[in-house]
């Protein structure tokens, strides 16, 4: 009776006849190819045009809100910022980030908050390429050229700040559904924790959920027609299974069903559509947007050459970029839905431009010594880019130039002196700092706009603006100070008002005060040389304050 032969490498410890042969290991050198050295390099270029610094407006009253969380141990439940919006009812939806924020700030830094940021971006840089491989093995040209134009693409919307956690997490949320439908297992499964924890974080879910919603239709109405074949029907199943559980996974949050209304309140609102720069229309003027154009115009004709794409992939790239034309955050949205598509399409095409075989596919397998030397040269020296650049933004303190260069540093700091209880007309993009490093006082207006409502953001217009009336809407608040950028029309307005006396200024912000209150304003007087240095705001020096 004939014996089945056991190969080696299957034969347990112990059994006769020789030992199995043991794969070789890698070395340091064979883990450098052409391919993985384009793929890092473009990665590392494409974290290159992601700003690290923490210039975001909103983040300074994201930190402070995080901070009465903490103290109080529950949500803040009406505004306690402004004197305008005092008694409004406020739905936290970013509750969790803004906890994080001070929780890791309040005992690494703020240095960690930049830091971990950083770390998500090269998570989702990673969640969009691997989402692109699973179509087909691309190379790694397109792969470094995706990734590149994708970080350019929206490079003035990436950087720390709460929407950051909506581009990851929507990464993620794309492959584990382009995973379940491609190669089954349960991936799809993953879906509902991380819309558990997207919508504690921020109110981007609905993007993620709606895209989500497209893909299970589309594959739905392909089976329906009985086009060409696609993903199994128990891995379809489970998709449609995982979205439905992601919807309840909505619901579990402290705003509870609130939370379904909060996004359309931002989305179809014409009042902040019109009135904060970000949902403005993309300026192709503007060189930071040209690559967005740059990568929009080339996956049409990626699109329109090749003529062969998915059809969900195509579902998505129409529904993103309308949204993506309507509002520049939005590009952000369409470079990681988008960029996945493009690497495809991309690839595509180099493959029938080059019909590249045989000895350069085994040179870029093995390139030679020196090759490898300069490849593994490049990629230290652009990490080495990065990593600098992450850690001086993470260094710097409040009273640098980074910082008083984009916010009311100096001039906050002399208020901070004076008397507590004051009310400020401040900036839409200020105050989130004032709020933040003017607990005592009370401002006009932050970030939440809709925690603000329309009537307060269209009064807020009336003055900045200069409409008609604005002079007397102004004198009919409570406002006791105006805190204005120089240069703006209302500060050249009211320089020229006597009502409103310039009581201080900086080269950044000029600050008026209603004259009729002045005396008893009882406001400090500018620090000099020596107070600003022991404050650690040395660089307001120069700013050139007077009184």
């Known amino acids: 009776m004939a014996h089945r032969q056991v190969p080696a490498a299957a034969r347990p410890p112990g059994s006769d006849g020789p030992p199995a042969a043991r794969p070789p290991r890698p070395t340091a050198a064979g883990l450098i190819t052409i391919p993985r050295f384009l793929v890092a390099s473009g990665t590392a270029i494409g974290l290159l045009a992601v700003a690290p610094q923490l210039t975001d407006p909103d983040f300074w009253w994201h930190l402070r809100t995080g901070q009465l969380i903490l103290a109080s141990g529950r949500l803040v439940a009406t505004d306690p910022y402004t004197f305008s919006a005092a008694h409004h009812h406020w739905v936290l939806q970013e509750w969790l980030t803004e906890v994080w924020y001070a929780a890791l700030g309040g005992s690494l830094g703020r240095g960690a908050i930049v830091a971990l940021f950083e770390l998500a971006t090269l998570g989702m840089l990673a969640a969009i390429l691997l989402r692109a491989r699973l179509a087909r093995p691309v190379g790694a040209v397109s792969l470094a050229l995706g990734a590149v134009l994708a970080m350019l693409a929206a490079a003035p919307i990436w950087g720390p700040r709460p929407q950051m956690e909506t581009y990851v997490l929507l990464a993620a949320a794309l492959y584990c559904a382009e995973r379940q439908l491609r190669r089954g297992g349960r991936a799809a499964w993953l879906l509902p924790p991380i ?103 080339s996956l049409a004709v990626l699109l329109v050459g090749n003529r062969r794409a998915s059809l969900r992939d195509l579902a998505l790239c129409l529904v993103v970029t309308p949204l993506a034309l309507q509002s520049v955050r939005q590009v952000a949205v369409f470079a990681v839905v988008v960029a996945p598509v493009w690497v495809v399409q991309a690839d595509l095409a180099l493959r029938t431009v080059t019909q590249r075989r045989g000895r350069s596919a085994a040179w870029a397998r093995r390139p030679p010594p020196v090759v490898r030397v300069a490849a593994a040269l490049e990629i230290g020296v652009i990490g080495l880019l990065v990593a600098v650049r992450v850690a001086a933004a993470a260094a710097a303190p409040v009273g640098s130039s980074l910082y008083i260069r984009r916010f009311p540093v100096c001039a906050a700091a002399w208020l901070a002196r004076g008397p507590s209880g004051l009310r400020l007309f401040n900036l839409y993009q200020d105050g989130g700092y004032l709020a933040d490093h003017l607990p005592r006082d009370r401002i006009f207006i932050f970030g939440d706009a809709a925690l603000m409502g329309n009537a307060i953001l269209l009064r807020f217009a009336r003055v900045a603006d200069l409409a008609p009336g604005w002079l007397r809407t102004l004198d009919r608040s409570p406002s006791q100070l105006v805190v204005f950028d120089r240069g703006t029309p209302l500060a050249q307005a009211l320089t020229h008002t006597p009502s409103w006396p310039l009581v201080y200024q900086d080269r950044r912000v000029d600050v008026f005060a209603r004259a009729r209150l002045l005396p008893d304003l009882r406001l400090a007087p500018v620090p000099g040389a020596g107070a600003w240095r022991r404050a650690g705001l040395g660089a307001c020096i120069g700013q050139r304050p007077r009184r």
Do not use: C, K
């Open 195 to 297: 819309f558990l924890l997207w919508t504690n974080l921020e109110a981007g879910w609905v993007v993620g959920l709606a895209l989500l919603l497209v893909i299970g239709l589309v594959e739905g109405a392909r089976r329906w027609a009985g086009g060409r074949p696609g993903p199994r029907p128990t891995d379809l199943h489970q998709l449609w299974g995982a979205t439905g559980f992601s919807l309840l996974a909505v619901l579990v949050n402290p705003n509870g069903a609130q939370i379904l209304l909060y996004p359309f309140q931002t989305q179809f609102d014409t009042v902040q559509q019109q009135l904060i720069q970000e949902w403005h229309s993309p300026d192709f003027h503007l060189i930071a947007l040209l690559p967005f154009l740059v990568m929009l115009l």
